[in-house]
C-alpha cells in the first residue's frame, strides 16, 4: 500500500485537530453529553470510519479494504472491553459526572500516543523479525485464554497497581476537584484527583494496547490501516462511555467473545509465521506448507463471534432478569 507522506501528515493533522476540538469544547463546558449530542458524534465517528473504508476500497482494493474493516471491528470490540475498566476506575475514585469526559479525553489521548508508539515498534520488528509473529500470536493465545478463565467477575472492583500506589503516596495531592491536572494549594503545586484519575487510565490504556496491536498486526501489515484503524475505534469511544454505561452492564459474555476473537487471530498469526517462517532450527529454516487465511475469512469469522457475543449477552441478561421478577 503506497502511502505518501502527505496523507500521513494529513491523517494524522485531522485527527490531532479533532481531538484538539474536543479537549477545548470539554474544558469550556464540563458536562454529563445528552443522548442526542451522543448519538450524532458517534454516529460521525463510525460514518467516517465506513466511508474511509469505501476509499481505501476504491483506491487500493477490495483486500486492503477487508482489512481496515476487520482491524476496524476488531479495536472496536477491545475498546468496548476497555470501557469496562474505565467504568470501574470512575466508581472507585468517585468522579462526578461533570468531570468525567474530561477524564476520558485525557485517556483516550493516552492511548491514541501509546498506541501510535506500538504500531510503530510492531511495523519495525515485522519488517525486520519475520519470527516475531510467532510472539505476537502466541501472546494472543495467551491472552485470550486469561480472559476465559477470569471472564469478568474478576473484574467487579478497580485495584490500583503499585505504580499508581507509589504516586499517590510520594506526590502532594487536593481533594478539590477540576478539570486541571495541576493546581496549586497554600502556594504548592499539587495534584489534582483528575491527575490521579487520567493516571489510572493510562496505565489501562498501556495494558490494552499490548493486546490490540498484535491483535490487529494479525489482520493486516500495513502501518496505515493499523494507525486508521485504532483512531477510529478510539474517536468515538468517550461517546461509547456515556450512551452504552447502562448496555455495557449487560454484555456478560463480552470477555469470552474476545477470547475466542483473539485466539483466532493468535491461530492466524502462527500459520502465518509457520507459511513465512526462516527459523533455522523449523523445518530447517523452509516454509512450512500451511494455509494463510483469507482476510474475506477472516472479516466474517470477527462479524459472527462479536454478533453471537451480543446476542447471547443480551438474552441471558433478559433471562436472568425475567427470573429474577417471578422469584
Same mark, same amino acid.
Do not use: C
Given at each position: 500500500?503506497?502511502?505518501?507522506?502527505?496523507?500521513?501528515?494529513?491523517?494524522?493533522?485531522?485527527?490531532?485537530a479533532v481531538?484538539?476540538?474536543d479537549?477545548?469544547?470539554?474544558?469550556?463546558? !464540563?458536562?454529563? !453529553?445528552?443522548?442526542?449530542?451522543l448519538?450524532?458524534?458517534?454516529?460521525?465517528?463510525?460514518?467516517?470510519?465506513?466511508?474511509?473504508?469505501?476509499?481505501?476500497?476504491?483506491?487500493?482494493?477490495?483486500?486492503?479494504?477487508g482489512?481496515f474493516?476487520?482491524?476496524?471491528?476488531?479495536?472496536?470490540?477491545?475498546?468496548?472491553?476497555?470501557?469496562?475498566?474505565?467504568?470501574l476506575?470512575?466508581?472507585k475514585?468517585?468522579? !462526578?459526572?461533570k468531570?468525567?469526559?474530561t477524564?476520558?479525553?485525557?485517556?483516550?489521548?493516552i492511548?491514541?500516543?501509546?498506541?501510535?508508539?506500538?504500531?510503530?515498534?510492531?511495523?519495525?520488528?515485522?519488517?525486520?523479525?519475520?519470527?516475531?509473529f510467532?510472539?505476537?500470536?502466541?501472546?494472543?493465545?495467551?491472552?485470550?485464554? &486469561?480472559?476465559?478463565t477470569?471472564?469478568?467477575?474478576?473484574?467487579?472492583?478497580?485495584?490500583?497497581?503499585?505504580?499508581?500506589?507509589?504516586?499517590?503516596?510520594t506526590?502532594p495531592s487536593t481533594?478539590?476537584?477540576?478539570t486541571k491536572?495541576?493546581? &496549586?494549594?497554600?502556594?504548592?503545586?499539587?495534584l489534582? !484527583?483528575?491527575?490521579?484519575?487520567?493516571l489510572?487510565?493510562g496505565?489501562?490504556?498501556?495494558?490494552?494496547?499490548l493486546?490490540?496491536?498484535p491483535?490487529?498486526y494479525g489482520?493486516?501489515?500495513?502501518?496505515?490501516?493499523?494507525?486508521?484503524?485504532?483512531?477510529f475505534a478510539?474517536?468515538?469511544?468517550r461517546?461509547?462511555?456515556?450512551?452504552?454505561g447502562?448496555?455495557l452492564?449487560?454484555?456478560?459474555?463480552?470477555?469470552?467473545?474476545?477470547?475466542?476473537?483473539?485466539?483466532?487471530i493468535g491461530?492466524k498469526?502462527?500459520?502465518?509465521?509457520?507459511?513465512?517462517?526462516?527459523?533455522p532450527?523449523l523445518?530447517?529454516?523452509?516454509?512450512f506448507?500451511?494455509?494463510?487465511?483469507p482476510?474475506?475469512?477472516s472479516?466474517g469469522?470477527i462479524?459472527?463471534?462479536?454478533?453471537?457475543?451480543?446476542?447471547a449477552s443480551?438474552?441471558?441478561?433478559?433471562?436472568?432478569?425475567?427470573?429474577e421478577?417471578?422469584?
Amino acid at each position: 500500500m503506497n502511502v505518501a507522506t502527505w496523507q500521513w501528515f494529513l491523517t494524522i493533522g485531522i485527527a490531532a485537530a479533532v481531538l484538539l476540538f474536543d479537549v477545548v469544547m470539554i474544558a469550556r463546558n !464540563p458536562h454529563r !453529553p445528552s443522548t442526542k449530542e451522543l448519538t450524532i458524534t458517534l454516529s460521525f465517528y463510525v460514518g467516517a470510519a465506513i466511508l474511509f473504508g469505501v476509499w481505501v476500497w476504491l483506491s487500493h482494493g477490495s483486500q486492503l479494504a477487508g482489512e481496515f474493516y476487520a482491524g476496524w471491528l476488531t479495536e472496536y470490540s477491545l475498546s468496548v472491553d476497555n470501557l469496562f475498566i474505565f467504568l470501574l476506575i470512575m466508581a472507585k475514585f468517585a468522579v !462526578p459526572e461533570k468531570f468525567q469526559q474530561t477524564a476520558l479525553m485525557w485517556g483516550i489521548i493516552i492511548a491514541i500516543v501509546l498506541r501510535g508508539i506500538f504500531i510503530a515498534v510492531g511495523a519495525a520488528a515485522i519488517n525486520n523479525f519475520s519470527w516475531v509473529f510467532y510472539i505476537f500470536g502466541a501472546f494472543l493465545i495467551y491472552t485470550a485464554f &486469561k480472559l476465559a478463565t477470569e471472564g469478568e467477575s474478576d473484574d467487579e472492583e478497580y485495584e490500583e497497581n503499585r505504580f499508581m500506589k507509589w504516586v499517590e503516596s510520594t506526590f502532594p495531592s487536593t481533594k478539590e476537584w477540576s478539570t486541571k491536572l495541576l493546581t &496549586k494549594e497554600n502556594g504548592k503545586r499539587v495534584l489534582t !484527583p483528575l491527575f490521579i484519575v487520567v493516571l489510572a487510565l493510562g496505565t489501562t490504556d498501556l495494558l490494552f494496547a499490548l493486546d490490540s496491536i498484535p491483535a490487529i498486526y494479525g489482520l493486516t501489515q500495513e502501518p496505515y490501516l493499523v494507525l486508521t484503524a485504532n483512531l477510529f475505534a478510539l474517536m468515538g469511544l468517550r461517546q461509547l462511555y456515556f450512551l452504552l454505561g447502562g448496555l455495557l452492564q449487560k454484555l456478560v459474555y463480552l470477555s469470552l467473545g474476545l477470547s475466542v476473537l483473539l485466539a483466532f487471530i493468535g491461530v492466524k498469526l502462527i500459520l502465518h509465521a509457520l507459511h513465512e517462517n526462516e527459523l533455522p532450527f523449523l523445518n530447517g529454516g523452509e516454509h512450512f506448507n500451511v494455509p494463510d487465511i483469507p482476510i474475506a475469512v477472516s472479516l466474517g469469522a470477527i462479524v459472527v463471534i462479536l454478533g453471537i457475543t451480543t446476542v447471547a449477552s443480551l438474552w441471558k441478561t433478559r433471562r436472568d432478569e425475567k427470573a429474577e421478577i417471578n422469584a
